[in-house]
């Protein structure tokens, strides 16, 4: 059995005198020990709901969860706010996309790692200082004791960001979602970042779970990978295969926008036309169908299955599957 198993994943916002929008629309996908899988897609398409929704973060009032989400044999969605809050920062820990706003920036680094220690690890007073300063060492912060006296505003992006790491893995997760957690940080940094969690897996055989846009991190990071829009994943499989053999018109499209080092000098970018807003509703067709350029009558017959047009473990929502070759690189 995989660490975490999503099966049809829903989650619905809806309020008096506002008509319910279906952020999530039956998402299914699994993580297993030491793999790492990837959420991609545009912004809007559901992949930090997703996340939220795991971790139990949603607000109360106003959502509506549907589905199931096993992980090590118990429904995330039904467990109770108390069992959650002793699963969260134990064995199961996030990343946030912005490290300054999810800091407290009126309490000190220190303060906000070693509450962690104190919760789940029973530590106090030195133990957990020295424990706290060892996890910023561990994840590549310069002169750890002397930044957990100080607040997030006085440390670099790259820095809260390592921060936010440090805390994320202080009680060692069985699972770590990482929502974008190269977002605003420059290419070196990511890199280290990057290299950073990679190096968590390996060692400690956490399962990772990344969401991110960002195809390059997708092509050195995750083993498996998902591909969402509107709610639904349209496209999965593993990542040489995805990048070899995009086969969801929407996936060929997130590969072909991206700048390419060895294409001709001058050469246009080929992206997407419209955007996330231009879809119809899933019960009636494709919702990609607006902006597909090989959209076809099939394609307004109601919500498209996931089928295996190529091989087994390569699934795409399509009635009309780009299945040439392409020059993509794995």
């Not at 998902?226 to 496209?235: D, H, T, W």
Request: charged fraction near 25%; aromatic fraction near 4%; include cysteine.
């Amino acid at each position: 059995m995989p660490l975490l198993n999503v099966d049809e994943l829903t989650v619905t916002f809806g309020g008096r005198g506002r008509k319910d929008v279906k952020a999530v629309n039956g998402v299914s996908f699994s993580v297993d020990e030491g793999q790492v899988v990837g959420l991609v897609g545009e912004s809007g398409c559901g992949k930090s709901v997703t996340s939220l929704a795991l971790m139990g973060l949603l607000p109360r009032k106003g959502v509506t969860l549907g589905g199931r989400a096993d992980f090590d044999g118990s429904d995330l969605l039904s467990m109770s706010p108390r069992k959650m809050r002793d699963l969260r920062g134990s064995k199961l820990a996030m990343i946030f996309q912005d490290p300054l706003s999810s800091l407290n920036p009126v309490v000190p680094i220190g303060v906000q790692v070693t509450e962690i220690l104190q919760r789940h690890r029973g530590m106090k007073g030195e133990a957990a200082r020295k424990e706290a300063a060892h996890l910023l060492d561990r994840v590549g912060i310069p002169d750890p004791d002397r930044r957990l006296t100080e607040y997030p505003h006085q440390l670099s992006g790259g820095m809260r960001q390592r921060a936010l790491i440090a805390m994320a893995v202080a009680c060692a997760p069985r699972l770590l979602i990482a929502d974008e957690p190269t977002t605003a940080l420059d290419v070196t940094i990511q890199a280290q970042i990057l290299e950073l969690l990679k190096e968590l897996v390996d060692q400690e055989g956490t399962a990772l779970l990344m969401i991110t846009h960002d195809l390059g991190v997708v092509a050195g990071l995750c083993d498996q990978v998902n591909v969402l829009y509107a709610g639904k994943v349209v496209e999965s499989s593993g990542r040489r295969e995805l990048f070899a053999h995009p086969t969801h018109p929407y996936t060929h499209g997130l590969l072909g926008s991206i700048p390419r080092l060895d294409a001709p000098r001058g050469e246009p970018l080929n992206p997407i036309r419209g955007s996330i807003n231009d879809q119809i509703a899933w019960a009636e067709g494709c919702a990609f169908a607006p902006r597909c350029d090989r959209y076809e009558m099939g394609c307004l017959t109601g919500t498209p299955e996931l089928t295996e047009p190529r091989e087994a473990g390569h699934e795409a929502r399509c009635v009309n599957p780009v299945l040439a070759t392409t020059e993509v690189p794995a």
